[in-house]
């Protein structure tokens, strides 16, 4: 758990950062990037900050919060596992992929292991094609998958 000095600390930051962008036309995306930044999310306590000292509705912020993919709105895994659900990679069966990466986490898309090790994430086209079916954990590629090796890929992330 974070100490409470810590995130003392985290809100005044935000405090700053919203000051500095006060006056800013459009600053709201630059406050939120900022807040996801020192927060590794924008929850909802801070969605409430932020539409308070921006002066701009919580539906605006959520709005915003909730349309661009960079934001998250609850904290990500260590490893961020994304299926790729283009079209080539669709049509060579990444569903099980997913369904099996799903099964073997035990966590829906959107969502992160209570342990916070593991979020997976719906992808759009990684620009892989050749290789469909593809997923990525972090920065890590793997294709042409069958659902198969779903638990050994796993695996190797578990034990690191």
């Given amino acids: 758990m974070s100490n409470h000095n810590e995130d003392h600390e985290k809100y005044e ?46 539906s605006e912020v959520y709005g915003v919060a909730t349309f661009y993919s960079q934001f998250s709105l609850e904290p990500k895994g260590e490893f961020v596992c994304g299926v790729c659900m283009g079209t080539a990679c669709y049509v060579k069966g990444a569903q099980k992929v997913l369904d099996k990466l799903c099964e073997e986490l035990t966590i829906n898309v959107g969502q992160t292991t209570e342990d916070r090790r593991f979020t997976i994430q719906g992808t759009r086209c990684l620009g892989a094609c050749g290789l469909a079916p593809v997923m990525m954990i972090n920065d890590d590629v793997y294709g042409r998958l069958t659902p198969d090796e779903i638990p050994t890929i796993i695996a190797k992330y578990k034990v690191s």
Avoid at 32 to 37: D, N, T, V
Avoid at 42 to 53: H, L, N, R, Y
């Fill in 13 to 58: 930051k935000l405090a700053e950062v919203m000051q500095a962008h006060k006056e800013q036309k459009g600053a709201l995306m630059p406050v939120l990037q900022e807040a996801q930044g020192i927060f590794g999310c924008v929850p909802m306590d801070v969605q409430k900050i932020i539409a308070e000292g921006m002066g701009v509705t919580l």
